[in-house]
T-cell receptor
Framework: DAGVTQSPTHLIKTRGQQVTLRCSPK?????VSWYQQALGQGPQFIFQ???????QRGNFPDRFSGHQFPNYSSELNVNALLLGDSALYLC????????????FGPGTRLLVL | EDQVTQSPEALRLQEGESSSLNCSYT??????LFWYRQDPGKGPEFLFT???AGEEKEKERLKATLTKKESFLHITAPKPEDSATYLC???????????FGAGTRLFVKA
C-alpha cells in the first residue's frame, strides 16, 4: 500500500522565483492538506483540498496557491519567493472511514537564497 | 483562538525511565486530537487519534490519554529508538484546519 509521496525531496530557489511542489495521496484518500514547517516548529496549516476545491485556508498570503487533480493528487505553488519561505513543506492525506486522521508524506525541503 | 501548547520543550531520559509528555489545548469544539512522531528531516508519523475525554489508546510502549483540557503521551520503559520529536495537534468541529503544537523533543540515552 503506497503511502503519501512528495516531489522533489529538496529544492533550492532564488528570491522572487516561483516553485511548484507535488503530492500524491495515500491509496484510497481523496483529501489533501499542505503544511509549512519551519525548523524547530510544528507544522502550520496552509490549505486543504477536497473534490478539486480549496476547502479551508490558513493564514498564508495569496502567493501560496494550490490545485487538486481528478486523481486526487495535488500541487502547491508559491510565487515571488521570500527568504522566509525556506522550510519543510509537508503534504498530508485523509480519506473515507477515518476522515480526521491525516497521514504525512516525507516533505520537500525548500531553501530560498 | 484555538491553541496547542506542549511541555516540556525537551526531555532527556535514561533507557527504561518512564515519563509523560503533556499537550494542553484550547479549542471551541474538539473534533479530534492527534499524536505524531517526527524524526529529523522526515514527515510526521501518525501514532494516535483521540476523540473524547476519557479515551485511551496504546501502541507498544506508548499510551495516549485525553481529558477536556489536555492530553498525555505516556512512555513506558523507553528505548533509544524512541528518541524523536512528538507532536500534538487538534481539529475543531467548525472546520478542517489542524493546529499543531511546537512539539516535545525526546532524547533517550542507553
Amino acid at each position: 500500500d503506497a503511502g503519501v509521496t512528495q516531489s522533489p525531496t529538496h529544492l533550492i530557489k532564488t528570491r522572487g522565483q516561483q516553485v511548484t511542489l507535488r503530492c500524491s495521496p495515500k491509496s484510497g484518500h481523496d483529501t489533501v492538506s499542505w503544511y509549512q514547517q519551519a525548523l524547530g516548529q510544528g507544522p502550520q496549516f496552509i490549505f486543504q483540498y477536497y473534490e478539486e476545491e480549496e476547502r479551508q485556508r490558513g493564514n498564508f498570503p495569496d502567493r501560496f496557491s494550490g490545485h487538486q487533480f481528478p486523481n486526487y493528487s495535488s500541487e502547491l505553488n508559491v510565487n515571488a519567493l521570500l527568504l522566509g519561505d525556506s522550510a519543510l513543506y509537508l503534504c498530508a492525506s485523509s480519506g473515507t472511514g477515518d476522515r480526521e486522521t491525516q497521514y504525512f508524506g516525507p516533505g520537500t525541503r525548500l531553501l530560498v537564497l | 483562538e484555538d491553541q496547542v501548547t506542549q511541555s516540556p520543550e525537551a526531555l532527556r531520559l535514561q533507557e527504561g525511565e518512564s515519563s509523560s509528555l503533556n499537550c494542553s489545548y484550547t479549542v471551541s469544539g474538539l473534533r479530534g486530537l492527534f499524536w505524531y512522531r517526527q524524526d529529523p528531516g522526515k514527515g510526521p508519523e501518525f501514532l494516535f487519534t483521540l476523540y473524547s475525554a476519557g479515551e485511551e489508546k496504546e501502541k507498544e510502549r506508548l499510551k495516549a490519554t485525553l481529558t477536556k483540557k489536555e492530553s498525555f503521551l505516556h512512555i513506558t520503559a523507553p528505548k533509544p529508538e524512541d528518541s524523536a520529536t512528538y507532536l500534538c495537534a487538534v481539529q475543531h468541529t467548525g472546520g478542517f484546519k489542524t493546529i499543531f503544537g511546537a512539539g516535545t523533543r525526546l532524547f533517550v540515552k542507553a
